[in-house]
Nanobody, 118 residues
Framework: QVQLVESGGGLVQAGGSLRLSCTAS????????MGWYRQAPGKQREWIAT??????NYPDSVKGRFTISRDNAKNTVYLQSNSLKPEDTAVYYC?????????????WGQGTQVTVSS
Protein backbone atom coordinates (compact mmCIF):
# COMPACT_ATOMS: atom_id res chain seq x y z
CA GLN A 1 0.00 0.00 0.00
CA VAL A 2 1.31 3.42 -0.97
CA GLN A 3 1.17 6.29 1.51
CA LEU A 4 2.15 9.94 1.65
CA VAL A 5 2.78 11.21 5.16
CA GLU A 6 3.24 14.92 5.89
CA SER A 7 4.88 16.47 8.93
CA GLY A 8 6.17 19.81 10.11
CA GLY A 9 3.01 21.83 10.51
CA GLY A 10 2.26 23.91 13.56
CA LEU A 11 1.66 27.36 14.97
CA VAL A 12 3.95 30.20 13.96
CA GLN A 13 3.85 33.98 14.24
CA ALA A 14 3.48 36.17 11.18
CA GLY A 15 6.86 36.64 9.52
CA GLY A 16 8.07 33.28 10.73
CA SER A 17 9.03 30.13 8.85
CA LEU A 18 8.07 26.48 8.72
CA ARG A 19 9.46 23.51 6.83
CA LEU A 20 6.98 20.85 5.80
CA SER A 21 8.01 17.34 4.80
CA CYS A 22 6.18 14.61 2.92
CA THR A 23 7.52 11.08 2.56
CA ALA A 24 6.19 8.45 0.19
CA SER A 25 6.27 4.83 1.31
CA UNK A 26 5.04 1.53 -0.03
CA UNK A 27 5.39 -0.51 -3.19
CA UNK A 28 6.01 1.90 -6.05
CA UNK A 29 8.61 1.96 -8.81
CA UNK A 30 9.23 5.67 -9.14
CA UNK A 31 7.93 9.13 -8.30
CA UNK A 32 7.44 11.66 -11.08
CA UNK A 33 5.72 14.87 -10.05
CA MET A 34 5.33 15.94 -6.41
CA GLY A 35 3.51 18.97 -5.13
CA TRP A 36 1.86 20.85 -2.30
CA TYR A 37 -1.67 22.17 -2.00
CA ARG A 38 -3.50 23.92 0.81
CA GLN A 39 -7.08 24.40 1.90
CA ALA A 40 -8.26 27.13 4.23
CA PRO A 41 -11.61 26.89 6.04
CA GLY A 42 -14.47 27.64 3.68
CA LYS A 43 -12.20 27.81 0.63
CA GLN A 44 -11.31 25.51 -2.24
CA ARG A 45 -8.09 23.56 -2.24
CA GLU A 46 -5.31 25.69 -3.77
CA TRP A 47 -2.17 24.57 -5.60
CA ILE A 48 0.98 26.15 -4.16
CA ALA A 49 4.01 24.29 -5.52
CA THR A 50 5.09 21.54 -7.93
CA UNK A 51 8.44 19.87 -8.52
CA UNK A 52 9.58 17.47 -11.22
CA UNK A 53 13.05 16.24 -12.10
CA UNK A 54 13.58 19.33 -14.24
CA UNK A 55 11.52 22.19 -12.84
CA UNK A 56 9.66 23.87 -10.00
CA ASN A 57 6.55 25.99 -10.29
CA TYR A 58 4.58 28.25 -7.95
CA PRO A 59 1.54 30.49 -8.13
CA ASP A 60 2.09 34.21 -7.61
CA SER A 61 0.54 34.02 -4.13
CA VAL A 62 3.59 32.20 -2.72
CA LYS A 63 6.34 32.84 -5.28
CA GLY A 64 9.45 34.21 -3.58
CA ARG A 65 8.32 33.08 -0.12
CA PHE A 66 7.89 29.31 -0.54
CA THR A 67 10.46 26.86 -1.91
CA ILE A 68 9.79 23.26 -2.89
CA SER A 69 12.60 20.71 -2.99
CA ARG A 70 12.93 16.95 -3.01
CA ASP A 71 15.32 14.23 -1.86
CA ASN A 72 14.87 11.33 -4.26
CA ALA A 73 16.94 8.98 -2.11
CA LYS A 74 14.48 9.51 0.75
CA ASN A 75 11.33 9.71 -1.42
CA THR A 76 10.65 13.00 0.34
CA VAL A 77 9.46 16.42 -0.78
CA TYR A 78 9.88 19.54 1.31
CA LEU A 79 8.17 22.92 1.42
CA GLN A 80 10.16 25.73 3.01
CA SER A 81 7.70 28.48 3.88
CA ASN A 82 9.14 31.88 4.81
CA SER A 83 7.64 35.28 5.63
CA LEU A 84 4.42 33.57 6.61
CA LYS A 85 1.21 35.59 6.73
CA PRO A 86 -2.06 34.92 8.56
CA GLU A 87 -3.66 34.21 5.18
CA ASP A 88 -1.28 31.26 4.78
CA THR A 89 -3.22 29.50 7.53
CA ALA A 90 -4.59 26.27 6.08
CA VAL A 91 -4.28 22.51 6.01
CA TYR A 92 -1.35 21.71 3.71
CA TYR A 93 -1.54 18.56 1.60
CA CYS A 94 1.15 16.66 -0.24
CA UNK A 95 0.32 15.24 -3.67
CA UNK A 96 2.36 12.93 -5.87
CA UNK A 97 2.26 10.90 -9.07
CA UNK A 98 3.68 7.46 -8.37
CA UNK A 99 4.31 4.61 -10.81
CA UNK A 100 2.52 1.60 -9.34
CA UNK A 101 1.59 -1.71 -11.01
CA UNK A 102 2.51 -0.56 -14.47
CA UNK A 103 0.89 2.87 -14.54
CA UNK A 104 0.90 6.28 -12.88
CA UNK A 105 -1.46 6.88 -9.96
CA UNK A 106 -2.12 10.11 -8.06
CA UNK A 107 -1.96 10.12 -4.28
CA TRP A 108 -2.74 12.58 -1.47
CA GLY A 109 -1.40 12.81 2.03
CA GLN A 110 -3.63 13.28 5.07
CA GLY A 111 -2.69 16.94 5.54
CA THR A 112 -0.86 18.94 8.17
CA GLN A 113 -2.21 22.09 9.81
CA VAL A 114 -0.33 25.36 9.51
CA THR A 115 -1.59 28.25 11.62
CA VAL A 116 -0.06 31.71 11.34
CA SER A 117 -0.93 34.15 14.11
CA SER A 118 -0.91 37.91 13.61
Amino acid sequence: QVQLVESGGGLVQAGGSLRLSCTASGNFLMISRMGWYRQAPGKQREWIATITDSSTNYPDSVKGRFTISRDNAKNTVYLQSNSLKPEDTAVYYCNADLFVNGRTHNYWGQGTQVTVSS
